[in-house]
């Protein structure tokens, strides 16, 4: 009967995390519309095709050398595709029924790579309509098979920065990547947008700001709410486990809050947003809603749903400022991802000892630091070697045109090209 109780649970906590990794890799959907929606339509083809690719990239190079960096193990994943059942028991047993997260390491595998590829994601929308597509898949292979397994390790795996400092030790506390993952992805974005440049014609010699509408709003709308639902995914899967009472509420808190978050961040950026410009900005909404989902992710377990709410409404309040201070820092960021995930990422982080007594604002400084001085530090270096290599920017004639027509040779919407 013991047995039996140790199997479901196993059966429970690893069909939860495969579940929530499907709802995470859906996530890539999002972002792919997302950005396809808030690019011109001579760049659609191109930001669809790194999208897919940059899914493709990081699965393989995760498979390959990420995962041991970041958690150990042998090469291509040795011993995860076999399972010990003596063994599970065993360890089931040592815990007690609900007392640890039990489940297949193949799945948690699988949890783990797309969450990989979310950080990438975060990058491709920063340096779109003027980057060259091989240039920016070169950099996902150094991305996603180095530079995010180093300070996952650091984290999630608690091991010692360069053996200086241990960041859980110093109150660090990051439940499903505020800063891991949104920040660290947003840091690299940063670097690229750095030495990339902005679009032509976004600022004026004078100083003007000129807006460059995407094409298709309707499609970066299908891409919020698809990027909404798989934060249920994201968040609700770091919970690790669900065979039992206590976990089972933890979930359900935890998809409560991320919900609550998203619908403050909209709502604050939306009312902040009529109020700066007198109009009620949609693009400013849709960002709103992610920028309190990113805020969220640090500690969505804590909170109450009215915290979370507020929590979400600071989210979405501050990727509004954000947005505009990069404009006028002229640092061009056609889908806000900069300020979406880095500014709202670090946000979250410094929102954690708020509800949750296990972290310290200290702890959280040192580990937010930590992640960025090394994703920006490394990413810069990995962006100028490119540049010098290959180049990392389209000409000025190829931008005119369209990167679509340029690296893939094929238009998103043909029969509305004049020739």
Known sequence: MENNLYELQFALDTFYFLICGALVMWMAAGFAMLEAGLVRSKNTTEILTKNFALFSIACVMYLVVGYQIMYGGGWLLSGIETIDTDQVLADSAA?????G????????????????????SIVSGAVAERMKLW???????????????????????????????????LGFSDFAGSGIVHMAGAAAALSGVLLLGARKGKYGANGQIKAIPGANLPMATLGTFILWMGWFGFNGGSVLKLGDINSAHSVAMVFLNTNAAAAGGAIAALVLARIKFGKADLTMMLNGALAGLVTITAEPSTPTALEASLFGALGGVLVVF???????????????????????????????????????????????ATIFVWVFGVSFVVWFVIKKLMGIRVTDEEEDKGVDIIECGMEAYPEFTSR
């Open 95 to 99: 815990e007690g029924f609900g007392g």
């Open 101 to 120: 997260s039990v489940y297949s390491a193949a799945s948690d595998f699988f949890f783990q790579v797309v969450f990989v590829a979310t950080a990438m």
């Open 135 to 169: 240039s920016f898949l070169a950099f996902t292979v150094v991305m996603t098979g180095f530079i995010y397994p180093m300070e996952g390790a650091w984290t999630w795996n608690g091991e010692d920065v360069f053996g200086w400092y241990n960041l859980g030790e």
């Open 322 to 368: 954000s947005i505009l201070a990069l404009d006028k820092l002229k640092l061009d960021d056609p889908v806000g991802a900069i300020s979406v995930h880095g500014s709202a990422g670090l946000l979250g982080l410094m929102l954690v000892p708020v509800t949750n007594s296990g972290a310290t604002f200290m702890g959280q400084i040192i580990g937010a």
